[in-house]
Structures are given as C-alpha cells and as structure tokens.
C-alpha cells in the first residue's frame, strides 16, 4: 500500500512522540478500522508506550487520495471513547 504523510501529520506525528514505524505497522495491521468523518477512515490500535502507559493511536486516512492520505495521527488514554466492541 503506498501512502503519503502529509505535513500536517508529519509535525503531529512528531509533536505526538509517535514514530513512523508505528505508523506504518499500524496501516498494515490495525487492531480496528473504523469510519470517521466525511469518508475518512481511521485505523487505530492499542499501543504500550515506554512510560508504561497503554495508548491508543488512531491514524484519520484518506483513501480516495492516490495514493492514499494520512490526514493526522494521535494517541490518547481515551481507549474505551473511541474502541469500537465487535
């Protein structure tokens, strides 16, 4: 699959303390892949951080996009909020 980052997200995902090789690992093997807002669609997943503490990143895509968008990424401790119980 062939993605493009955008700036946006690049100075997110950094500002975040989120690698991209977390990102990439979860594009290809997200925990949950879950509608967002106008067509998007976020793939997240469960992620232990050094500090101990377990983090869910969610990664807003743009799939139309050719190739596809990575619009933003972020983590939050907000897991129960947006995990979406199958």
């Known amino acids: 699959m062939k993605i493009f ?4 997200a690049r100075e997110e995902i950094g500002r975040r303390n989120i690698s991209i090789a977390q990102i990439e690992a979860i594009l290809k ?10 067509g998007k669609k976020v793939y997240q997943s469960r992620v232990l951080f050094e500090n101990g503490q377990t983090y869910l990143i969610r990664i807003i895509v743009d799939e139309n996009a050719s190739p596809w968008k990575v619009i933003t ?3 939050t401790t907000k897991i129960s909020k947006y995990w979406r119980e199958t």
């Open 5 to 8: 980052i955008t700036s946006h």
């Open 29 to 38: 093997e997200p925990e949950q892949l879950v509608s967002g807002y106008s």
């Open 73 to 75: 990424a972020y983590r």
